[in-house]
């Protein structure tokens, strides 16, 4: 096993080296099956980055037919349709209201690329309209509602897949592969690192509404509050409301496969997160620095998320996750011996995620999935664990937070991640003499009932109050 300097040394050598209610008609419509000759006819809901980028691997595909592209901003809609032209596919219908989208029974599955605050109402409401759902990452704004989309799923026996794609690569599945058969050896510890470079969004300012956005639809679950962004499209990431910070919006990916890799399920035992929004004073909300630690009992996931200034692990990769074992480790898809020599690059056959979802729509087994929504609401939770922990939490200092986390059971790596996080700060420009840290509570998790142990506080946030009629239905309501 590294020790905390060895394994410093290896990861700094790769950094120089080296990313509304649903109408009541819909309700409980019985399922459709596809069969191997019929085309699939698909949604687009939301038109932004992640939509544009559906709309682009959907075109690729034969068996499917884009049919509709929704978004509240309606301009972003005729985009996404003459996006489609361009790509030599039909002119889909643009709406602006998903709810007509649900209304057609010709649509057989529906991509969901929201904003966050949107993913869980709309898998729900689609899958209860009778239609499977490929859900963006993260798949909820918090846990209870992401349980829901799962439960959902089962209950009606529909097809959801996670936006997760990696979970697609085949050398990577070569890798966890080689990792459950023990050739890793002893793997305790697995880091998810995101360095963004993300910069002020500025504010307080006057939010200019989009001239064919309805703030209504937009809002949906979330409250319609006066906006004080200078950008209203994407820097809802940074507000609790319709995000979740970029442990959420990038993070989750690499969290996703750390969890994958060292084959652990839940939340774990306990979490505790610390970082700030430093180098800077804007309106957002949400940590641009932040880290979170992930007790599994004999095993840690350690998330690292910056968004200042530092040096990337790689020119055109910023997400990354480490696996560390007895016998070496893995990064990426690579295998290193314990000094950090490169041993082998893993290969396998990756299958396109897309087409791995319409692939299980028409077999009817959500066991086909590459990333099904299980996996998906489990890694997304991790990140909202994390979040709830922050926002417990109270300014103290660096050294403070050095004291806590020896007063905790925890990896030995923890301390490690601090001292390189605080590198990080001062290389970035932050006085830790003067700037005080977020550190979150220490909260104890109840894995099987996804919640925290004697914290009322905490608990509070697993949910959130909708705004009605966009209200994501109780267990006994599905």
């Not at 034969?62 to 361009?86: K, N, Q, S, T, W």
């Not at 057609?104 to 309209?129: E, R, Y």
């Not at 040096?311 to 990354?320: D, L, Q, V, Y």
């Not at 996804?450 to 506080?457: G, T």
Request: charged share 25%.
């Amino acid at each position: 096993m590294l020790t905390p300097t060895r394994r410093r040394f290896f990861e700094d050598s790769l950094m120089a080296a080296a990313a509304v209610a649903l109408p009541k008609n819909l309700l409980g419509a019985d399922p459709a099956p596809v069969s191997a000759n019929e085309k699939i006819t698909a949604a687009i809901i939301g038109c932004g980055i992640r939509g544009k980028a559906h709309a682009r691997e959907l075109a690729r595909l034969a068996e499917c037919d884009v049919a509709y592209v929704c978004d509240p901003d309606l301009d972003r809609a005729y985009e996404v349709g003459a996006l489609m032209v361009e790509l030599k596919r039909p002119m889909p219908k643009k709406v602006q209201d998903l709810r007509k989208v649900l209304e057609d029974k010709a649509v057989d599955v529906v991509f969901i690329a929201t904003p966050n605050h949107w993913h869980a109402l709309a898998a729900i409401w689609a899958m209860q309209a009778g239609k499977d759902v490929y859900v963006e990452k993260p798949v909820s704004q918090n846990v209870e509602e992401g349980r829901r989309i799962v439960q959902v799923a089962r209950k009606l026996g529909r097809i959801a897949q996670t936006g997760t794609q990696n979970r697609s690569r085949g050398a990577l599945a070569e890798a966890v592969k080689f990792m459950r058969e023990g050739k890793l050896g002893d793997v305790k510890l697995a880091k998810s690192i995101i360095y963004s470079g993300r910069g002020s969004i500025g504010g307080p300012a006057e939010c200019v509404m989009p001239p064919r956005c309805d703030y209504n639809l937009w809002a949906g679950p979330a409250p319609m509050t006066k906006l004080t962004r200078p950008k209203f499209h994407y820097d809802w990431h940074w507000f609790w409301d319709t995000g979740n910070g970029e442990i959420g919006n990038n993070n989750v990916h690499s969290l996703d496969i750390c969890r994958w890799g060292l084959g652990v399920t839940g939340l774990g035992r306990s979490v505790l997160s610390y970082g700030g929004r430093l180098g800077y004073t804007d309106v957002a909300e949400t940590p641009n620095s932040q880290v979170g630690i992930f007790d599994f009992g004999d095993k840690t996931i350690v998330s690292e998320t910056r968004g200042l200034k530092t040096s990337p692990f790689h020119p055109t990769i910023k997400s990354m996750w480490f696996f560390y074992g007895s016998e070496g480790i893995i990064a990426d898809t690579s295998l290193f011996d314990p000094k950090g020599n490169l041993v082998r690059a893993f290969e396998g056959k990756s299958e396109n995620h897309f087409a791995n979802f319409l692939r299980a729509v028409r077999s009817r087994k959500h066991t086909d999935l590459a990333a099904d929504i299980e996996e998906g609401h489990q890694s997304t939770a991790l990140c909202h664990i994390a979040n709830i922990s922050y926002r417990l939490g109270s300014k103290t200092s660096v050294n403070d937070i050095s004291k806590r986390l020896s007063d905790i059971q925890a990896h030995e790596d923890v301390q490690d991640t601090l001292e390189r996080t605080k590198h990080y700060l001062a290389e970035a420009g932050v006085d830790l003499e003067k700037t005080q840290v977020t550190l979150g509570q220490h909260l104890r998790v109840d894995g099987d009932k996804e919640s925290f142990l004697d914290n009322a506080a905490a608990n509070a946030l697993l949910t959130r109050e909708y705004r009605a009629p966009f209200v994501v239905p109780k267990l006994s309501e599905i």
